[in-house]
């Protein structure tokens, strides 16, 4: 029987290895087989702090893990070359051969996961005679991470499943293959256009520490946030982000287009990123109107995020969050990848004492807001914005706050 999909801030308060005790004993309610071998795993989701829309533009951005994301129970396989993957959140069970797996997504859940098993076969050295991993495995996926909530169930699953299967089969992936397995899956094999962010926000994630992603030449570093001061505060409008995939292409399209434009003005670019603010605005009019719009966006964003690193080193919160808020209204005016439901969200947030700054997270489109809250006003900024919210639309969002995730690991539930 499926279960309900998370709901952000519902799920009880159960840590991590009771939580995947109980998936382990529905992995082998659901495979059968004895509970020797099964193996759990946790992988985070991840909010974007800052850097909105840049990772495939070139661009800085300020990701953290959250500690909500996928739970993994998986097992080798009895019967050897098969590969069954199911999640307790819906009915569609994938089942085949290890050497015959689909050529082509399928629209369905498993299309994530898939990409990955793809991705780690095609990298395989081969210098051996079966492939690595031959043996075949049982997966079932659970998890307290809400799916097109914008907090990146995509990624967690797709660097999850890299980890798990490097550590059950010993393939010896260093953190970039896992990351690059990920990026395969969603680009080559779902057909997702995103940029390099999310996987490198779940795979180098650090306890307590935002990562800041040059997402031009993949140099990072891991910037410390004091969570005695500060929380870190998400609410989800509820809106599913049913066009997020065919409008976020589309942006990505536009920001192709707006460098095409542009890139003669500045010897030596290679991304829009390389594009200073001075000559999209100087040039803009050159553009298609809805092309510029988005140039200008990514522009003023790349200055916004280096503003950002500075006030983050420095602790100094409300730059941090005049800087996060001004990022929204430019998704709202510029990049148009707002909604109403998030605007009203963020609105509440900024007029709330406690709060630094606010904006949508992730694509846009629907799902969540991301807040900066003072260290104690948790709760009644909670509230506070919650009522706005449902007074305008007679539902409550729900919310959560984070500290930050250690990342994918291995988690003992044998207890």
């Not at 999909?5 to 109980?22: I, Q």
């Not at 989701?45 to 959250?66: C, E, K, S, T, W």
């Not at 992730?362 to 948790?378: D, P, Q, R, S």
Request: proline letters at 6%.
């Amino acid at each position: 029987m499926a279960l309900p999909t998370p709901v952000l801030g519902s799920e009880p308060p159960l840590g991590l290895p009771t939580s995947l005790a109980r998936l382990r004993d529905e992995f082998v309610g659901r495979f059968g087989g004895p509970v020797e071998g099964v193996r759990t795993f946790f992988s985070p989701g991840r909010v974007n702090m800052f850097g909105g829309h840049l990772d495939y533009n070139g661009g800085p951005v300020l990701p953290v893990a959250i500690d909500r994301g996928t739970f993994l129970a998986i097992r080798r396989a009895e019967s050897k070359g098969r590969v069954r993957l199911a999640t307790v959140f819906g009915n569609d069970v994938f089942e085949g051969a290890i050497d015959a797996l689909p050529p082509t997504a399928s629209g369905k859940w498993y299309d994530y996961p898939v990409g990955v098993i793809r991705a780690l076969i095609a990298s395989a050295d081969g210098d051996s005679e079966d492939g690595p991993l031959e043996a075949g495995f049982d997966v079932l996926y659970g998890g307290n991470l809400p799916v097109g909530a914008g907090l990146s169930s995509s990624a967690s699953i797709t660097v999850g499943t890299a980890f798990a299967l490097d550590c059950v089969f010993g393939l010896g992936l260093e953190p970039m293959d896992r990351v690059a397995a990920a990026l395969d899956a969603e680009r080559g094999y779902v057909g997702v256009q995103c940029g390099i962010m999310d996987p490198f926000a779940v795979g180098f994630a650090r306890e307590k520490q935002v990562l800041w992603l040059d997402c031009k030449d993949e140099s990072f570093e891991h910037l410390p946030l004091d969570f005695k001061k500060l929380s870190i505060g998400v609410m989800d409008t509820g809106v599913q982000r049913a066009l997020a995939r065919g409008e976020f292409n589309r942006r990505v399209a536009e920001c192709k287009a707006a460098f095409e434009g542009l890139k003669h003005l500045e010897p030596g670019a290679t991304v829009l990123r390389d594009i200073p603010l001075e000559t999209v605005e100087a040039h803009a009019s050159s553009l298609d109107p809805d092309v510029a719009k988005r140039a200008l966006h990514v522009a003023r964003e790349v200055k916004r995020t280096f503003r950002a690193r500075e006030a983050f080193l420095a602790e100094d919160f409300i730059e941090l969050g005049q800087a996060m808020t001004e990022t929204h209204r430019s998704f709202q005016t510029h990049y148009e990848c707002s909604c109403e439901e998030l605007d009203v969200l963020v609105d509440a947030a900024v007029a709330q004492e406690g709060v630094f700054g606010s904006r949508l997270t992730g694509a846009g489109f629907g799902g969540c807001i991301v807040m900066l809250v003072a260290a104690g006003a948790e709760a009644e900024v909670s509230r506070v914005v919650a009522n706005a919210f449902e007074a305008r639309y007679g539902r409550r969002p729900p919310a959560a706050f984070f500290q930050g995730d250690a990342g994918p690991r291995e988690v003992d539930c044998s207890a």
